[in-house]
């Protein structure tokens, strides 16, 4: 069938419709009233006042939230490295799996998302307070020893890092998965060793994986609050608990707007950055 | 079983390129490859030629270090390499699916061998420059892979190949994924680079007319053994089994049931009933069930005006369907027995129409008789 170019543009507009509908309403209207908000003015009852200041973002910069962004960062860092180091091998591994058993162990990596997030994060907490699961296995030992790892930065990463590995696996799942073998054999019929070929040939052919991967857990672990009220206490706030204490607590909606302004900024300058190198490899 | 290899390579005979000996290989109960000893001389277009599933890609695939035989060894250029990992194998690969990475241009492809044997970059820009004017692909160095036709990436991987100047250069089925005109001009080429490299080339395909235009020698394979192994001549004159005979070009079979000797002279009865002379030749030794074959160019229509010399020896039939072929045509003919014989026929022969009724002979030297074995190799 034939269409002329005007009649498929109403039929992709129509089909389109629902997701653009849904799209300006709950993304980019709320994203647009953040925008607004953050130029706002707030009065004793914490309402919103509109006028024009850039007191909120000023206020960004202040050492106390500067802190928190470079501690949200480091630990965004980590949490993403440690899952690669550990999700790529495992996304290779379960991607080179005979089919059968491949699917099998993919369940294995999705199970955590029949259970709820929150429930999930609780049950470390079991695990990991002083008279939890962990040091009652360690004292069970014939060295006794005990670990006070809830409420402590230690506890934030594992639970972060915990949460986010299925996002790493995933993604570069996908990609080692269409990996044509043939081309790591090239490889090791050109004379590249294993190492080399891995450097060389299944690298630079699963980036496209890793990258995704990277987004998935950086983005969200900067921005996490759930997790660092539940298994870090109080001790080490991130900016997603900052942003989250501006609206609830503090009742401060405008600077906790320009927060929120700030992170999507960044994030849209991370996804900048690696889409422009992409670009230039070609 | 083997045929005598072309004169050239009666000098190299012994110290072969590559010295397969009783190799073999089994997937769990399946046998892909029975025991296999052959020698593969320097310099030698050697072709694994055979139905799917016959085991040449496992074969070649040993050679190449991607399988792991279940048993025997393989020595290349005298060193038993049996236990060497790919990338220690002086041999190179062009992959049926070319495997050209997508992440290099042209020209990274090409270099990425040297770049793994850790040529110095002078050599290395010399010998990529080399192969590129050898391939003729001048002009496309910086091009993706992606943007490159079925027969420029079939140059690329031949390209890549060869600039890592390898003893053996094993060719999986390179040609099958190009279209009827390119093939035949991919086959022309790869003769002119091979005979211009002197590089000893292992080539798997299942076309018969590839591996009888191209090949010096051929391993016919069937079912995991083999069944014949000489020149393209031999295999296709003189087949040595049944199904080499039917699987290289066609032919008239029948099953021969009696045989009798006249001064000399040689007749057979084949199952059909008919009586067939086939000239001066010895009785081969009795007890083996035997198979007549015979090429449709070893049939002869006889003319109307030679009727009364041959007429005894002639065979009457109807033509039920003709195949144009240009260079010749192929008849096919059910005589008066029931039994269907396929005939060719010349271009510059008059053409017959279907319906018709000729009479045709067998040239009795282009009958050849193949003794029948119980199982293959």
């Known amino acids: 069938m034939n269409l002329s170019s005007s009649k498929r543009h109403w039929i992709v507009l129509f089909w389109g419709l629902p997701m653009t509908l849904w799209g300006a309403l709950f993304i980019i209207a709320p994203m647009a009233l953040l925008l607004g908000y953050s130029f706002c003015e707030r009065d004793a009852l914490g309402q919103v006042i509109w006028s024009f200041t850039w007191e909120n973002y000023q206020r960004v910069f202040d050492p106390v939230y500067l802190n928190v962004f470079i501690r949200s960062f480091l630990f965004a860092c980590i949490t993403t490295f440690v899952c690669l180091m550990v999700g790529y091998p495992a996304a290779y591994f379960i991607a080179r799996l005979p089919k059968e058993v491949r699917n099998l162990y993919l369940l294995l990596v999705m199970i955590p998302f029949w259970t709820s997030f929150l429930i999930r994060t609780y049950a470390w907490i079991t695990l990991l307070k002083s008279e939890g699961v962990l040091n009652a296995i360690l004292g069970a030992l014939p060295f006794s020893t005990s670990l006070d790892l809830l409420y402590t930065p230690m506890a934030v990463l594992i639970g972060l890092i915990y949460t986010f590995l299925p996002f790493m696996i995933l993604p570069i799942y996908s990609c080692a998965e269409k990996l044509d073998l043939s081309l790591v054999e090239a490889g090791s019929d050109l004379g590249a060793n294993p190492f080399w070929n891995f450097i060389h040939v299944i690298l630079p052919l699963t980036w496209p994986g890793i990258g995704a991967g990277i987004l998935f857990v950086f983005v969200p672990t900067f921005g996490m609050f759930a997790v660092v009220d539940l298994l870090g206490g109080s001790q080490t706030p991130l900016i997603g608990n900052v942003i989250q204490n501006q609206f609830l607590q503090a009742r401060n909606w405008p600077f906790g707007s320009a927060l929120g302004v700030i992170l999507l900024v960044m994030f849209f300058a991370l996804y900048a950055m690696t889409h422009d190198e992409e670009v230039d490899e070609r | ?377």
Not at chain 2, 54 to 62: A, D, F, I, N, W
Not at chain 2, 162 to 177: H, N, T
Not at chain 2, 218 to 230: A, Y
Not at chain 2, 256 to 279: A, C, F, N, T
């Open chain 2, 1 to 377: 079983m083997n045929g005598d290899p072309k004169e050239k390579y009666e000098m190299k005979k012994s110290d072969p390129m590559v010295r397969i000996q009783d190799l073999q290989k089994s997937f769990g109960d399946f046998t892909a490859l029975h025991p296999l000893t052959l020698d593969i001389f320097a310099g030698e277009f050697l072709t694994f030629l055979g139905p799917s599933g016959c085991g040449k890609t496992t074969l070649l695939r040993m050679i190449s270090g991607f399988e792991e035989p279940t048993g025997g060894t393989i020595y290349l250029d005298g060193v038993d390499v049996t236990s060497f990992p790919p990338h220690r194998r002086d041999v190179n690969q062009v992959f049926q699916s070319y495997a050209l990475f997508p992440h290099l241009n042209v020209q990274e492809n090409i270099e990425f061998g040297l770049k793994m044997k850790k040529i110095s970059k002078s050599e290395s820009k010399s010998r990529v420059e080399q192969a590129i004017q050898l391939i003729q692909l001048q002009g496309m160095e910086r091009r993706k892979t992606t943007e490159l036709s079925g027969g420029q990436k079939q140059r690329v991987a031949m390209a890549r190949a060869i600039v890592c100047r390898p003893k053996v250069l094993l060719l999986d089925e390179p040609l099958s994924a190009l279209d009827a005109q390119l093939r035949h001009q991919m086959q022309v080429e790869l003769k002119r680079i091979q005979s211009q490299l002197g590089i000893t080339f292992v080539f798997v395909t299942h076309d018969q007319e590839e591996a009888l235009a191209m090949s010096d020698r051929i391993l016919v394979m069937n079912r995991g053994s083999v069944e014949q192994i000489g020149t393209s001549f031999e295999i296709y004159h003189q087949p040595a089994t049944p199904f080499v005979a039917s699987f290289i070009g066609s032919s008239n079979r029948m099953a021969v049931i009696e045989m009798r000797s006249d001064e000399g002279k040689l007749k057979v009865r084949v199952d059909s009933g008919r009586w067939i002379s086939l000239g001066k030749r010895e009785e081969p030794k009795s007890g083996a069930k035997f198979i007549l074959s015979v090429r449709p160019e070893g049939i002869e229509v006889v003319g109307e005006e030679s009727k009364e010399e041959s007429i005894e020896e002639s065979i009457e039939g109807r033509v039920i369907q003709i195949l144009f072929r240009g260079d010749q045509s192929h008849l096919f003919v059910r005589d008066l027995l029931g039994v269907e014989w396929r005939i060719a026929q010349s271009a510059r022969q008059r053409p017959y129409r279907v319906g018709e009724l000729i009479r045709f002979t067998i040239t009795p030297l282009a009958a050849i008789l193949i003794e029948e074995r119980n199982k293959g190799g």
